[in-house]
């Protein structure tokens, strides 16, 4: 049946440190990951997408890669603060018409002051 | 609205009672998904809708569970006969016309707390 892990439950980090998460998923062939922040009491907001042509992409302080033959996407946080404290999804699609996502159980990142 | 609207925030009812929940979507936007989120589990998809008409509902758990959406903006989520074990979290997300490079990203409400003691 059709997989999608997260390395951890929990995280936590020194501010300024890169905070790395890791999505791994198996019995599964998506077009594209997406990845979620989720707050408590909120919904998840979506940050990234990347596709399965592409390696690696970028914003701000944020860094997704998504290696197909691995089967894995992780996802970086770099110079992080405590206001990057949250719950982050990851979220498969299989670009599909319907574009309903699988979602992982979410990494809960705590960056310590 | 500025963004997706979820009403009630919480509910609180009863075992064998049936409840409604409501989705406001962005304007304009044509794809309307329900989710559900258990705690300490990422969202479950439940149903999509594409305008008006329900293009997936496997995610539905059973016949307790329908959703419409009648004039392809607003939906609701309705349970009837609730059980305990519908206790969760009810997510509805919003997206424009899934592009032809696809993957479009996903609007969330704040979501629904329901109870069923």
């Known amino acids: 049946s059709q997989k999608i892990e997260q390395n951890s439950e929990a995280l936590n980090i020194q501010e300024g440190k890169t905070a790395t998460l890791t999505c791994n998923y198996t019995?599964?062939?998506?077009?594209?990951l997406q990845w979620y922040r989720q707050d408590p009491g909120r919904g998840p907001v979506f940050l990234l997408l990347i596709r399965e042509n592409e390696k690696e992409k970028r914003k701000e302080r944020l860094k997704v890669t998504f290696d197909t033959t691995l089967k894995q996407s992780l996802f970086h946080i770099t110079a992080s603060q405590p206001a990057d404290s949250a719950t982050y999804l990851c979220?498969?699609?299989?670009?599909?018409?319907?574009?309903?996502?699988?979602f992982g159980k979410g990494t809960k990142l705590s960056v310590k002051p | 609205g500025a963004g997706v609207s979820q009403t009630p925030s919480n509910k609180v009812t009863e075992k064998g009672k049936y409840v409604e929940l409501r989705c406001d979507p962005i304007?304009?936007?044509?794809?309307l998904y329900w989710y559900r989120q258990s705690l300490g589990q990422g969202p479950e998809f439940l149903i999509y809708?594409?305008?008006?008409?329900?293009?997936?509902d496997s995610g539905l758990p059973n016949d307790r569970f329908f959703a419409v959406r009648p004039e392809g903006s607003v939906s609701t989520l309705k349970i009837q006969r609730t059980e305990r074990g519908d206790s969760a979290v009810y997510l509805c997300a919003s997206s424009s016309r899934r592009s032809v490079l696809g993957g479009n990203e996903q609007f969330f409400g704040p979501g629904t707390r329901l109870t069923v003691l």
């Open positions: 979220a498969l699609d299989d670009g599909g018409s319907q574009g309903n996502l699988i």
């Open positions: 019995n599964y062939s998506p077009a594209y």
């Open positions: 304007s304009g936007h044509t794809a």
């Open positions: 809708f594409q305008g008006t008409g329900a293009a997936d």
